[in-house]
Each structure stands twice: as structure tokens, then as C-alpha cells.
């Protein structure tokens, strides 16, 4: 996955330098473990599918609080 950080900080990076309000989005491999460094790469947009509707006992609630959470 490093190398998909680099790709969105560049992309992050091109993005700013335009002026552009425009979202970077990751989509895939998305957990509460890597969500906080994605997100310092300039990633604000997540798709979590498996980290959310993976779990076991169906706590969508607290799946989401995790990844929140993780964000900082």
C-alpha cells in the first residue's frame, strides 16, 4: 500500500496546486488500522466496505465510530 500513499499525496498535492475543491477518494483496503495514515496522505473521502460490513456481530455503529475515530 505505500505505494498507493504516494500516488495520493501527489494526487493531493496536483489537486491543491489547481485551486480545486475537488475530494480525493480511496476505494479499497480501507480499515480502522491504516484509515488515519490514508487520511494524512490528503485522502478525504473513504470507501471502507469490508471494514464496515465485514464484522462479525453486524455493529455497523461501532465500525464506523472505529474508522472515525482513527481519523486524526
Same mark, same amino acid.
Given at each position: 500500500? @505505500?505505494?498507493?500513499? #504516494?500516488? *495520493?499525496?501527489?494526487?493531493?498535492?496536483?489537486?491543491?496546486?489547481?485551486?480545486?475543491?475537488?475530494?480525493?477518494?480511496? #476505494?479499497?483496503? %480501507?480499515?480502522?488500522?491504516?484509515?488515519?495514515?490514508?487520511?494524512?496522505?490528503?485522502?478525504?473521502?473513504? =470507501?471502507?466496505?469490508?471494514? /464496515?460490513?465485514?464484522? @462479525? *456481530?453486524? #455493529?455497523? %455503529?461501532? *465500525?464506523?465510530?472505529?474508522?472515525?475515530? *482513527? /481519523? =486524526?
Amino acid at each position: 500500500m @505505500p505505494h498507493v500513499l #504516494d500516488k *495520493a499525496k501527489n494526487a493531493r498535492k496536483m489537486l491543491d496546486s489547481w485551486g480545486t475543491s475537488t475530494r480525493l477518494q480511496i #476505494d479499497g483496503g %480501507v480499515s480502522k488500522d491504516n484509515i488515519g495514515s490514508i487520511a494524512k496522505c490528503g485522502v478525504d473521502t473513504f =470507501v471502507a466496505g469490508s471494514a /464496515i460490513f465485514g464484522q @462479525p *456481530a453486524k #455493529d455497523y %455503529v461501532t *465500525a464506523i465510530k472505529q474508522l472515525r475515530q *482513527a /481519523i =486524526v
